[in-house]
């Protein structure tokens, strides 16, 4: 679209407030065509002169290793969608996809969110993820990897020893990895995922691991902490 006015919207053109605002009182005055962007797009703006919506490379949610990852591309779909058409213009939504007859697309298309969240309840009781099984994350993070998996390590072997052992049997840890990003800021980030069929067993046993884990010398540079209930993996 070589005519087109084109304007980008993200993080880095909308990074002050103030730039934000330009942005949008172009938007409202009609100064622009075509409206590229990252999900800022979808949070809930009025835009009354826009149509048509494109989701591009929809799919890279689909097979994701967070499990989460499906609902979160259902709710940013279903937002996005909701930019298009608002006012008296009518409006129209393309998403790319590979697999136009997955459920996700199809429940989508039929905006039925019932038949979308039974789905994934279905999946996760299958899989025995949350709902159904309780986990908390324990995240370190070091100037070297390997710091922040030693760490992840001496960890473990602290679970395996003393009173906190006890309560093992009802729990299970994962292997310590390197987090999908796992470079930010000049740190780089490991995990360890810790899991419970019942969650006051992993409470118990939580309450007196970290008790343990406060003995533990992390790497020069080096610091740690337990997300209960991860929403990011």
């Given amino acids: 679209f070589p005519a ?6 993200d993080r880095d053109s909308a990074n002050t407030p103030a730039k934000w605002q330009t942005l949008l009182t172009t938007i409202h005055e009609g100064r622009a065509d075509i409206l590229v962007g990252t999900q800022m797009l979808a949070k809930g703006h009025d ?57 996700l697309y199809q429940t989508l298309i039929a905006h039925d969110y019932d038949r979308f969240a039974q789905a994934q309840l279905d999946e996760r009781r299958a899989a025995g993820f949350p709902p159904f099984t309780f986990q908390a994350m324990l995240r370190a993070e070091a100037p070297r990897l390997e710091d922040a998996l030693n760490f992840l390590k001496e960890a473990v072997a602290l679970a395996h020893s003393g009173p906190v052992a006890s309560i093992l049997p009802g729990v299970t840890l994962y292997d310590p990895v390197p987090m999908r990003l796992y470079r930010l800021k000049a740190l780089e980030r490991a995990q360890l995922l810790i899991e419970s069929a019942e969650r006051p067993v992993l409470q118990t046993f939580l ?20 997300d209960a209930d991860p929403q990011e993996f």
């Fill in 4 to 9: 087109a006015r084109i304007l980008r919207v």
């Fill in 47 to 103: 835009f009354p002169r826009l149509t048509l919506v494109g989701a591009v490379g929809a799919d890279a949610a689909l097979f994701a290793a967070d499990f989460r990852a499906p609902e979160r591309l259902f709710s940013q779909l279903m937002q996005v969608g909701g930019r298009s058409g608002r006012s008296t213009l009518p409006g129209e939504v393309l998403i790319q996809t590979e697999y136009p007859q997955h459920p």
């Fill in 207 to 226: 309450t007196a691991w970290l008790a343990q884990l406060y003995t533990l010398r992390p790497a020069r540079g080096g610091r740690w902490h337990i």
